[in-house]
């Protein structure tokens, strides 16, 4: 009786044993084999001046200490430029700087050489010119009676076939008096000064122009030349809509300049504000591919 007791409870060892081994054996979960992730690509930053469609050629983003004289070139003088302005055109620091990546053009009012204001007009002339293209800025226009901004250009043959037989292209005009309007033209022979040929835009919200930085800019090919706001057309020129020669086939500089008076634009009153200031973002060419 003693011996099969004994045996009776060996094999009850036995038995809990093998259940203890197996329930072991079912908790022992395996550690999967790591796999290292995929690592996701770094995406190039998209460079300054990107435009699908287009290459940059040519840029000023106004982020030295000072103006490039490798880009610009002041014109000085006082002289009307032909519209009776009632600046003069200094190279002075005051008249013109960068402030916080920006380039100002700044008009005072102060006298020099018999003109009561002092202002700045820069050109790209024997430093930067091309032939078509896209030519734009970001500009935050001044406002005022008698103010007058403009970012624009001239055939780089003035010097020999004057103006406007040489060509002007306009690509963005402002009179202060006009807060909320600006003009793209074109002027040429037969079709140059009152007679230019261009349209005005306005912003459809009728917001000042002078609120906030907007882009202007054109499309410039050999027989069409198209004007833009914020990448918004608003006018377009061919041969056929100028009363004398297309003088669009050749180099082009570019001019920005912050007038003062002026057949056009009249002349500032006592609502009119100073210091004004022209403020440039960056100007931008391309050409295509």
Known sequence: MVAATRRFIGLIVLLLGLLSMAACSALVVPTPTAVPPTPSPIPSPTPIGYREGWILTWQDEFD??????????????GN???????????????NSFIENGNLVIQALEQRKQGKPYTSARLITKDKFSQTYGRFEARLQIPKG???????????EDISTAGWPESGEIDIMENIGKEP????????????????????????????????DFHVFAIEWEPEEIRWYVDDVLFNTVTPSDVAGDWVYDHPFFIL??????????????????????LVVDYVRVYERP
Not at 64 to 76: C, F, Q, R, S
Not at 80 to 90: L, M, S, V
Not at 189 to 199: D, E, I, L, M, N
């Open 180 to 211: 909320t309007m600006i003009h793209g033209t074109v002027h040429g022979p037969g079709y140059s000064g009152a007679r230019g040929v261009g349209a005005s835009y306005s912003l459809p919200d009728g917001r000042p122009f002078a609120d």
């Open 145 to 155: 009676q008698g103010i007058w901004p403009a970012f624009w250009m001239l055939g």
């Open 80 to 94: 009307g430029w032909g519209n009776a302005e009632d600046q003069f055109y200094t190279a002075e620091p005051e």
């Open 256 to 277: 920005l300049n912050l007038a003062v008076g002026g057949q056009w634009p009249g002349y500032p009153d006592a609502t009119t504000q100073f210091p004004q200031r």
């Open 64 to 77: 030295g200490p000072e103006i490039d004289a490798a880009n610009w070139t002041h014109e000085i003088g």
